[in-house]
């Protein structure tokens, strides 16, 4: 037993390791020597770092390994989701970060799970309420909503057609237009990926918006403006 507790804390200790130190392709390949349910439960701890390096090469790990855990044992795949949905929950007694960004990044990893769950990332764009279309879990704090925002761009992204009639313009509004300026942008990004209709007033505004953020894309950080993101929403092109 204290033989077990030790190799998953040196698990731990490797993940960890890999992910600060080493490139993609090397963590992949390192992971795969071990059980996906371990390296999964050891990334978990990962989700929330500060180091935006740390955490990014976490949650794509994230999303190759539960695929991984998925082509042996779909059921203990959900069991992830499952839990990345509960840590967003009041009464998990946690925050969640990292949990949307891990969810859409297993999602773009595992076609069959993409259309079980995506419908639920979705609902965290939205009010819950009394009437039956009302079925949402709006996320309140704009960490969780840029970890949101930032999936949802990933899934249209991946599979272009998975949101079609899921999601439309105005489910952006209250995000295009938030205090919170990495919000902005990644809202632009995401309403210009899925051609959306109803937010043109919206994107015009933010082309005078000059925040600057660093947006993980293709599996790198770079630098982009609120008003780059802006105009190519309005312009139709990728960015």
């Not at 919000?183 to 959306?196: E, F, K, S, Y």
């Not at 994107?203 to 403006?225: G, I, M, P, T």
């Amino acid at each position: 037993m204290e033989r077990g507790k030790t190799n998953r804390r040196w698990l731990k200790e490797e993940v960890l390791r890999l992910c600060a130190e080493e490139d993609l392709a090397t963590i992949t390949a390192r992971l795969a020597a071990y059980p996906a349910k371990e390296v999964i439960n050891a990334l978990f701890g990962l989700l929330c770092r500060e180091s935006p390096r740390l955490r990014w090469q976490a949650i794509t790990a994230m999303g190759i390994s539960v695929a991984r855990l998925a082509a042996g044992d779909m059921e203990e795949a959900r069991v992830v989701m499952r839990r990345l949905l509960w840590s967003l929950n009041d009464e998990s007694g946690g925050i969640g970060w990292g949990a949307p960004e891990a969810m859409a990044e297993v999602m773009c990893c595992q076609p069959e799970l993409a259309g079980e769950y995506a419908h639920m990332l979705l609902s965290y764009m939205r009010e819950d309420g009394d009437e039956p279309w009302q079925d949402g879990n709006f996320l309140e704090h704009s960490m969780l909503q840029r970890g949101l925002l930032w999936g949802i761009a990933r899934l249209a992204e991946a599979y272009p057609r998975l949101l079609a009639g899921q999601v439309e313009g105005q489910d952006f509004l209250s995000f295009l237009d938030s205090e919170d300026g990495e919000v902005r942008g990644l809202a632009a990004w995401a309403v210009g990926i899925l051609g959306l209709e109803g937010c043109r007033s919206q994107l015009e505004a933010l082309q005078e918006d000059r925040f600057r953020f660093n947006r993980y894309h293709h599996q790198q950080l770079e630098e982009v403006s609120v008003a780059r993101l802006a105009e190519a929403a309005l312009a139709g092109e990728a960015c």
